[in-house]
């Protein structure tokens, strides 16, 4: 069970460029959750997914960040043209379910660093 | 008020000493409750989740006390792993039509020998 794999483990990206970041869910997760970690604080919710379908986007900006979960492959959270507020670590973690109870198993993240 | 709250310490002590850290909650409807470890520059891991009669899993104890909102972590004989940082996690609730679990920004302890 190889867990939540997320790749890559560390991005650095110039201004306006784009970073692309890939979670594979713990085999049998249908459900996929990404947060942002900024330096010194605490995990901010971003958006929850399920195979093709974004089921809470509540926690993403509006603007230049989109997530997807396609029926094949991994989740993608994508960032347009970057900015060094976009510096952080990007964890993303899947469930079973999404019931009340829900245990969520985390991947290592990925640090996005922008230049 | 933020949702989740915690104090951010750092919560200074000595090896075998007994620490609690509190958090609390801002919607009363919130159903599910967990408190999750992180180490430095690590991903978080679920330490225990939290029941409404408490429960204990060796040197943790977690407690829920709905009528005042809040949720309660006892360390007993703290360890020098213990040493990370304490997220206290909730689920909101449908009501606030947020799905996924609402991370509190952490508390920070560090074991001294």
């Known amino acids: 069970n190889a867990g939540v794999m997320q790749n890559p483990r560390h991005l650095v990206r110039r201004r306006g460029q784009e970073a692309r970041l890939r979670c594979s869910p713990m085999?049998?997760?249908?459900?996929v959750y990404w947060y942002r970690q900024l330096p010194e604080e605490g995990l901010k919710f971003m958006v929850y997914?399920?195979?093709?379908?974004?089921?809470?986007e509540s926690g993403m900006p509006k603007e230049r960040f989109s997530a997807e979960f396609p029926k094949e492959g991994p989740s993608i959270l994508r960032i347009q043209q970057v900015v060094r507020g976009d510096s952080a670590a990007y964890f993303c973690a899947s469930s079973l379910t999404n019931s009340g109870a829900n245990v969520l198993t985390f991947g290592a993240g990925s640090r996005l660093t922008v230049l | 008020r933020k949702e989740v709250e915690q104090d951010p310490g750092p919560f200074n002590v000595p090896e075998g000493a007994t620490v609690a850290f509190n958090c609390t909650y801002s919607?009363?409807?919130?159903?599910?409750f967990f408190w999750y470890r992180q180490d430095c520059r690590k991903e978080p891991k679920l330490l225990m989740s939290v029941y409404s009669s408490g429960n204990e899993d060796g040197r943790f104890t977690a407690q829920l006390n709905r009528a005042s909102q809040y949720i309660s972590l006892l360390i007993r004989d703290s360890k020098l792993s213990d040493s990370a940082t304490y997220l206290c996690v909730v689920n909101m609730g449908m009501d606030t039509g947020r799905r996924a679990l609402t991370f509190g920004s952490g508390t920070r302890l560090q074991v001294q020998p």
């Open positions: 085999k049998g997760h249908s459900h």
């Open positions: 997914l399920q195979k093709e379908n974004i089921i809470d």
């Open positions: 919607n009363s409807a919130s159903q599910s």
